[in-house]
């Protein structure tokens, strides 16, 4: 069940800008990112510091660093490290039968606000998060986020100690959110000793989040990334 939360301290405007840029920097380096950042770099005018110091300081590393160098980087951090999922409810469940419970529940977060994925990411991947709170549904969007609050601080410091590039895009994203409360420190806390879970038991069913075969392709409603359609009735 979920809890009552703070309302943001932020403008609707200003946390759309900051969700929407982290989306778009934590993704996968490529040239159309590269492209992208004279104008997340305008954009960032209109977010308040520190988070706007934040999103500008991965900018500049983006500016100054040879692509292939990024992409590697990029593999290195989030595809080999458990501690550093991009994945929100790998965290709480790692990949067990949990897990897959956990990401129907955005998949239905998503269709109650008249969207669905398309097929090329997971539900709860960050990117996919911050995007959905950025340009469909606001309130549901952070709600997704302060619902796996603990596994964001987490993926933060794991960031911090491993002084990556992507920490300041994570630490701009929790800057958003409300401060830690003592049961979510708590969580924190169990993640850091424990880590994620480790059952695996096959997630085939929940592999891809394509929620209904008979979307019409002319109600597609483009977004930068990831692509969010109308569900079909």
Same mark, same amino acid.
């Given at each position: 069940?979920?809890r009552?939360n @703070?309302?943001?301290?932020?403008?609707p405007?200003?946390l759309? !800008?900051?969700?929407?840029?982290?989306?778009l920097?934590?993704d996968y =380096?490529?040239?159309?990112?590269?492209?992208?950042v004279?104008?997340l770099?305008?954009?960032?005018?209109?977010? @308040?510091?520190?988070?706007?110091?934040s999103l500008?300081?991965f900018?500049g590393h983006l *500016?100054?660093t040879p692509l292939? *160098?990024?992409?590697?980087?990029?593999? +290195?951090t989030?595809?080999?490290?458990r501690?550093c999922?991009?994945?929100?409810?790998?965290f709480?469940?790692g990949?067990?039968?949990?897990?897959g419970?956990?990401?129907?529940?955005?998949?239905?977060t998503?269709?109650?606000?008249?969207?669905?994925l398309d097929?090329?990411?997971l539900?709860?991947?960050l990117?996919?998060?911050?995007e959905?709170?950025?340009?469909v +549904?606001?309130?549901?969007?952070?709600?997704?986020m302060?619902?796996?609050r603990?596994?964001?601080?987490?993926?933060r410091i794991s960031l911090? +100690?491993?002084d990556?590039?992507?920490?300041?895009? !994570?630490?701009?994203v929790?800057a958003t959110? =409300? @401060?830690?409360?003592g049961? *979510?420190?708590?969580a %924190?806390?169990?993640?850091?000793?424990e880590? =994620?879970?480790?059952?695996?038991?096959?997630l085939?069913?929940?592999?891809?989040?394509?929620?209904?075969?008979?979307v019409?392709?002319?109600?597609? %409603?483009a977004?930068?990334?990831?692509?969010?359609?109308p569900?079909?009735?």
């Amino acid at each position: 069940m979920r809890r009552n939360n @703070p309302r943001s301290s932020h403008s609707p405007r200003m946390l759309n !800008v900051a969700w929407q840029s982290a989306s778009l920097l934590l993704d996968y =380096p490529d040239e159309r990112l590269l492209g992208n950042v004279t104008m997340l770099r305008a954009a960032s005018q209109a977010v @308040p510091d520190p988070i706007r110091s934040s999103l500008q300081e991965f900018m500049g590393h983006l *500016e100054t660093t040879p692509l292939r *160098e990024l992409q590697q980087d990029y593999v +290195d951090t989030f595809d080999t490290r458990r501690r550093c999922n991009l994945f929100l409810t790998y965290f709480a469940h790692g990949d067990t039968r949990k897990r897959g419970m956990a990401l129907l529940r955005f998949k239905q977060t998503y269709l109650q606000s008249g969207f669905e994925l398309d097929d090329a990411e997971l539900p709860d991947h960050l990117c996919v998060v911050l995007e959905y709170a950025a340009t469909v +549904d606001q309130v549901q969007g952070r709600q997704l986020m302060l619902d796996h609050r603990a596994g964001l601080e987490l993926l933060r410091i794991s960031l911090r +100690d491993l002084d990556s590039a992507w920490f300041p895009v !994570v630490e701009a994203v929790c800057a958003t959110l =409300p @401060p830690l409360r003592g049961d *979510e420190r708590d969580a %924190v806390r169990r993640l850091a000793a424990e880590g =994620p879970p480790e059952e695996e038991v096959g997630l085939a069913p929940f592999a891809t989040p394509h929620f209904s075969p008979n979307v019409q392709s002319a109600g597609i %409603v483009a977004l930068p990334t990831p692509t969010f359609h109308p569900a079909s009735s």
